[in-house]
């Protein structure tokens, strides 16, 4: 356990090392771009206050007990009425633009050319669908990403409509290699509109102690204890998302223009992002489910479509697994606990040139 000593030295490195990052930053991007920037903070970063005003009086009712997620710090408080969601900075738009620059700018659209998944594909009418899957903290290089994802969603691909969430290690995002709560939509197969977590106007923040972001600092171990996190996308008139059984906001309907009476595929499993000359990064536990289930291989467990009334479980014959590089990264269902008939298990060491 660390002593307050070290603790408040590690804040002290933690803020030297932010304002050299920002300094380094800034000296590349000229008066223009940091105008720019500026523009888009304004509209990114509205009162906390005013968009807590927003929220529907109508909270959809928990369906289901999900496990307790991590909450903040206790020394952290909110004044009341309030919603305290991470901020997004200047330094995250120019991590942004760093990644559209390096050719990253689809990132988690399992279709891009330097993307990898191994996942599992519901591909029939949903309003979204819950999942437990087990955390990770799978290593990558400062230009790679490693995810693990709940996709919902509908329309042509050039058009495409997608939400999803899951937990994510993306240094060149998070300027960290934690492993971290991250949500995208987009409303248009990934092009112009959408983002990650709160990178542009879009999801609506009701809960006001879970951001997107979170660090999730409770890992599973190989060969060890699983940590789990429960992860609902849920159509309720708008897209709702909750972590455990705590509604964290929702995306409004109107970013969509294929969703509106649900959503023609539910995805779950892991993507991988690397450049091409890179050794790919692991995914999952970094193991293959062929290595063995138990306590090694990373997991989607009772996973459930929710049909508008009620949550149901996908029978095998509903479910096409995929896996784009089975040589890097495996895919396998396998029987689930009854009434659950099955569960996938998924993942990687990588290694491999994409
Ligand atoms: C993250 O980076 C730190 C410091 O560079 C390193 O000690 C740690 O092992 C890394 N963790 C993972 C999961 O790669
Ligand atoms: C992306 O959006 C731009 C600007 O709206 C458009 O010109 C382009 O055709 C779109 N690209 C794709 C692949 O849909
Ligand atoms: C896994 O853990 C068990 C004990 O829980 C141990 O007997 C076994 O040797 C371990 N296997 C590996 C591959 O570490
Ligand atoms: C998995 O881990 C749990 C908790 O550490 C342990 O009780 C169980 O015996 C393990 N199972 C196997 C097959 O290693």
């Known amino acids: 356990m660390a002593t307050a000593a070290t603790r408040s030295m590690k804040s002290v490195l933690l803020l030297l090392s932010v304002q050299i990052m920002f300094g380094l930053l800034h000296a590349v991007i000229s008066e223009e771009e940091n105008q720019e920037m500026e523009r888009q903070l304004r509209v990114i970063n509205k009162p906390p206050i005013k968009s807590f005003k927003t929220r529907p009086k109508h909270v959809p009712k928990s369906t289901m007990e999900g496990e307790s997620p991590r909450?903040?710090?206790?020394?952290?408080?909110?004044?009341?009425?309030?919603?305290?969601?991470?901020?997004?900075?200047?330094?995250?738009?120019?991590?942004?633009?760093?990644?559209?620059?390096?050719?990253?700018?689809?990132?988690?659209?399992?279709?891009?050319?330097?993307?990898?998944?191994?996942?599992?594909?519901?591909?029939?009418?949903?309003?979204?669908?819950?999942?437990?899957?087990?955390?990770?903290?799978?290593?990558?290089?400062?230009?790679?990403?490693?995810?693990?994802?709940?996709?919902i969603s509908s329309g042509p691909s050039e058009e495409l409509n997608v939400i999803q969430a899951g937990w994510a290690v993306f240094p060149m995002l998070f300027s960290s290699n934690n492993t971290r709560l991250l949500t995208y939509w987009t409303g248009d197969g990934y092009n112009t509109t959408g983002c990650f977590n709160y990178l542009c106007p879009g999801f609506v923040q009701i809960n006001p102690k879970i951001s997107l972001g979170l660090v999730l600092d409770q890992l599973s171990v190989y060969n060890g204890t699983q940590r789990d996190i429960q992860i609902s996308i849920i159509k309720n008139a708008n897209w709702w998302l909750q972590f455990g059984n705590q509604f964290v906001g929702y995306w409004p309907q109107k970013l969509f223009s294929y969703m509106h009476d649900g959503a023609d595929n539910a995805v779950w499993g892991g993507l991988v992002i690397s450049p091409s000359n890179e050794p790919s990064p692991a995914m999952g536990s970094g193991h293959f489910p062929k290595d063995g289930l138990q306590n090694k291989s990373a997991y989607f467990k009772n996973t459930q479509i929710w049909d508008g009334a009620k949550l149901i479980y996908p029978s095998r014959d509903q479910l096409a697994l995929s896996s784009s590089r089975p040589d890097c990264y495996e895919a396998e269902l396998a029987p689930g606990v009854a009434p659950n008939p099955v569960d996938l298990f998924y993942g990687g060491p990588g290694q491999c040139h994409i």
Not at 84 to 100: Q, V
């Open 71 to 151: 909450l903040l710090p206790d020394n952290i408080k909110c004044p009341p009425g309030s919603v305290l969601i991470r901020r997004t900075t200047k330094e995250d738009l120019i991590m942004a633009n760093k990644m559209k620059t390096l050719g990253l700018n689809h990132p988690t659209n399992p279709a891009a050319p330097d993307a990898n998944t191994a996942a599992v594909r519901y591909p029939k009418h949903n309003f979204g669908a819950r999942t437990t899957m087990n955390v990770w903290g799978p290593t990558t290089l400062p230009g790679q990403a490693s995810f693990a994802n709940l996709w």
